[in-house]
Nanobody, 125 residues
Framework: QVQLVESGGGLVQAGGSLRLSCAASGRTVSSLVVGWFRQASGKEREFVAGIRRSAENPYYADSVKGRFTIAGDNAKNTVYLQMNGLKPEDTAVYFC??????????????????WGQGTQVTVSS
């Protein structure tokens, strides 16, 4: 079982930046698919970005493409989500999730079996 701990959330003005971290233990991120998801108040959890084996096949939701970047650091066993050009509609609790890599990157909540506790991101207008 993989344990995941997110950090880096906070309050930022529109147009600002934050970097979220997802620290993994129990397995190395180089053996995992790691996804970032978010859940706004009253809405369903949605896929934001994902990456295979720390560096392969980065994939983004259309709503964040060009603004967010996902990347892994094997030495720190951590996957990051760099968020630039933040908008009020990015406000949500952000979760990282993981599953063993089987050669595909999944964007569905149900495909991931390990989840972190979430970190709040609030973007003010």
């Amino acid at each position: 079982q993989v344990q995941l701990v997110e950090s880096g959330g906070g309050l930022v003005q529109a147009g600002g930046s934050l970097r979220l971290s997802c620290a993994a233990s129990g397995r190395t991120v180089s053996s995992l698919v790691v996804g970032w998801f978010r859940q706004a108040s009253g809405k369903e959890r949605e896929f934001v970005a994902g990456i295979r084996r720390s560096a392969e096949n980065p994939y983004y939701a259309d709503s964040v493409k060009g603004r967010f970047t996902i990347a892994g650091d094997n030495a720190k066993n951590t996957v990051y989500l760099q968020m630039n050009g933040l908008k009020p509609e990015d406000t949500a609790v952000y979760f990282c999730a993981a599953r063993r890599d089987r050669g595909y990157l999944f964007a569905e909540v149900g495909e991931y079996d390990s989840w972190g506790q979430g970190t709040q991101v609030t973007v003010s207008s």
